[in-house]
Antibody, heavy 119, light 111 residues
Framework: EVQVVESGGGLVQPGGSLRVSCEVS?????????IDWLRQAPGKGLEWVGN????????NYVDSVRGRFTFSRDNAKNSLYLQMNDVRAEDTAVYYC???????????WGQGTTVTVSS | IVMTQTPLSSPVTPGQTVSISCRSS???????????LSWLHQRPGQPPRLLIY???NRFSGVPDRFSGGGAGTDFTLEIIRVEADDVGVYYC?????????FGQGTKLEIK
């Protein structure tokens, strides 16, 4: 069974940086397997932030975060990371990692971690 | 691709049938022949759960009261014999193209 657990959320000032983690179990870090990052602002709908192929060779970002957010992975720790730089108030959201919501293959969706951008 | 859901809110009586529409601004037929349109259900304070994938396939454990249909740019989620536990927000999402995009969500409320 595939499981993901997010951590690392918190309060960050506008223009600051924060790194959120996603620990993955039950899934091999190989090619052609993606983990998606999504977010949900308070009281709002779901937004896809981007995804990373688990071998690290492909990363995709939504336009609103490209150049500010970076995905990375650490195979030894079975973990993925979302590095958030130059954050803005509109980045305030619950951040989720997930996969398989398109094909149902190894579907999983984490509980999320909350990031608040405020001075 | 812009995803448009209607209605945005739907008050229903237990036992009734509800239908949610999702329209995409472009065809969701992938080059591999599949149509990657999914439906998710999110209860308050919970992460979303997968209901339907590839337009009409029910995910494991989802009751057969839930069904998905459609093609091209027009899709529907139907829930028959609505139960109190069905409350929450329903989202359609397209995974055919990046960026993956969601509908605004339809809030299902029990009268």
């Amino acid at each position: 069974e595939v499981q993901v657990v997010e951590s690392g959320g918190g309060l960050v000032q506008p223009g600051g940086s924060l790194r959120v983690s996603c620990e993955v179990s039950g899934l091999t870090f190989t090619r052609d397997v993606y983990i998606d990052w999504l977010r949900q602002a308070p009281g709002k709908g779901l937004e896809w932030v981007g995804n990373i192929m688990l071998d690290g060779t492909e990363k995709n970002y939504v336009d609103s975060v490209r150049g500010r957010f970076t995905f990375s992975r650490d195979n030894a720790k079975n973990s993925l990371y979302l590095q958030m730089n130059d954050v803005r108030a509109e980045d305030t959201a619950v951040y989720y990692c997930a996969r398989g919501f398109g094909s149902a293959w190894n579907f999983v969706w984490g509980q999320g971690t909350t990031v608040t951008v405020s001075s | 691709i812009v995803m448009t859901q209607t209605p945005l809110s739907s008050p229903v009586t237990p036992g009734q049938t509800v239908s949610i529409s999702c329209r995409s601004s472009e065809s969701l037929v992938h080059s591999d022949g599949n149509t990657y349109l999914s439906w998710l259900h999110q209860r308050p304070g919970q992460p979303p759960r997968l209901l339907i994938y590839k337009t009409s396939n029910r995910f494991s454990g989802v009751p057969d009261r839930f069904s998905g249909g459609g093609a091209g740019t027009d899709f529907t989620l139907e829930i028959i014999r609505v139960e109190a536990d069905d409350v929450g927000v329903y989202y359609c999402v397209q995974v055919t193209q990046r960026p993956h995009t969601f509908g605004q969500g339809t809030k299902l409320e029990i009268k």
